[in-house]
């Protein structure tokens, strides 16, 4: 029965591998993209989609749960990675009106992804096997960003121009938000747009993205698989990825120049403190994947253990408040300067971790009084 169970979560990971693989590296190059795309037929904005697509995706996160009820967690995840591809088609052929309709669709496919995902886990697991579970699936999950990041270096280098308790969690989740939009769309197009970085930036966006991808992997492995004292492990995470994001927003605040994500028709004018280099943005990229990857797997195992059996509005209220941050984040991104932008992911991220320190305190005291 074990082995039955762990099996189903492989292939949960290798699924979400599989979609993410698309929809990861579409998110991470999209307003590169796009600003290479602007004619007098197509006027689409990737910072505007991906808000869209988090705006959407936080209020179809209230009728999520119902839907995995009433169908099932496996149907909801077939039937929303069939709105992920619509989504990834629309670039074939880019039109303003398709772009922001699936932007829409994606939103609303993606609760219902998240929710049925998150259900699927915890039935999959226990107690004792959370952790490890969360980490093999985000392991997997965060493969999907080397791969297509690949193809972006390799085919894009050199080039210009493209073509083609639970309110104690909040604060926690804001601060996941922030974190998700930054990584996944805002930081790889400030490096794209850093002029220092001359012919090589665009390529450079496709290796930012497999970095953040290697550090997610390094941090599910080694705090989801590896992580059996979820009582101190938990809170000493956490703690290990606010300090990790401290350093890496740190850095990004002396390498890259501060009006890199409100750049759009050429690149930056800006210089920041100090002269832009290649080792320290890629690793700044390894520093975010690592942070995030602390962050969530955590929060995945302690809403697995405080809600194992209400894990489907736990989870739809998780990315519920996720998904409203990151939509707000992707909007303020293109008019925000950097450093403003970092200043806000600092605060929330304080806060996220005293917060997530309370709900793990009052966790332990509730234990120890049902031994007790």
Not at 315 to 341: E, T
Request: one cysteine or more; a neutral charge; hydrophobic letters at 50%.
């Amino acid at each position: 029965m074990a082995d039955r169970r762990t099996f189903n979560v492989v292939i949960l990971g290798v699924g979400f591998l599989f979609i993410f693989t698309a929809f990861t590296t579409c998110g991470n190059v999209e307003q590169t993209v796009v600003k290479s795309l602007q004619t007098d037929t197509f006027t689409g904005s990737g910072y505007h989609s991906l808000g869209i697509i988090y705006g959407v995706f936080s209020f179809s996160n209230l009728l999520a749960p119902t839907v995995v009820a009433v169908i099932g967690p496996k149907m909801t995840m077939f039937l929303s990675g069939l709105l992920y591809s619509g989504y990834i088609a629309v670039f074939i052929i880019p039109s303003t009106w398709s772009f922001y309709l699936t932007s829409v669709l994606i939103g609303i496919g993606a609760a219902m992804l998240w929710t049925a995902q998150g259900h699927f886990l915890v039935e999959n697991s226990e107690a004792s096997t959370i952790n490890r579970n969360t980490g093999m699936f985000w392991a997997l999950l965060q493969c999907s960003m080397l791969f297509g990041n690949l193809y972006i270096y390799f085919d894009w280098n050199g080039k210009t121009e493209v073509s083609g308790k639970i309110s104690a969690t909040a604060c926690p989740f804001c601060s996941a938000g922030l974190e998700l939009s930054f990584y996944s769309g805002v930081y790889g197009t400030c490096i794209g747009a850093t002029t220092q970085f001359g012919e090589a930036a665009k390529g450079l966006i496709g290796i930012s993205g497999i970095v953040v991808g290697i550090g997610e992997i390094v941090g599910g492995g080694l705090f989801g698989l590896l992580c059996k004292n979820n009582r101190f492990r938990r809170t000493s995470v956490v703690f290990l990825g606010m300090v990790v994001h401290f350093v890496a927003v740190y850095l990004i605040f002396l390498n890259i120049p501060d009006d890199a994500p409100v750049v759009f028709s050429t690149t930056t004018q800006h210089k920041p403190y100090l002269t832009p280099s290649v080792s320290i943005a890629l690793l700044c990229s390894f520093l975010l994947g690592l942070g995030d990857s602390c962050f969530n797997t955590q929060l995945y195992s302690i809403l697995g253990c405080v809600y194992a059996g209400q894990s489907t509005p736990a989870f739809a209220i998780f990315k519920f408040i996720q998904s409203v941050f990151a939509a707000v984040a992707f909007f303020y991104s293109g008019y925000l300067l950097l450093k403003w932008q970092l200043l806000l992911m600092v605060t929330l991220g304080f806060s996220g971790t005293l917060c997530f320190f309370v709900v793990e305190r009052m966790q332990n005291f509730l234990v120890d009084l049902q031994e007790y």
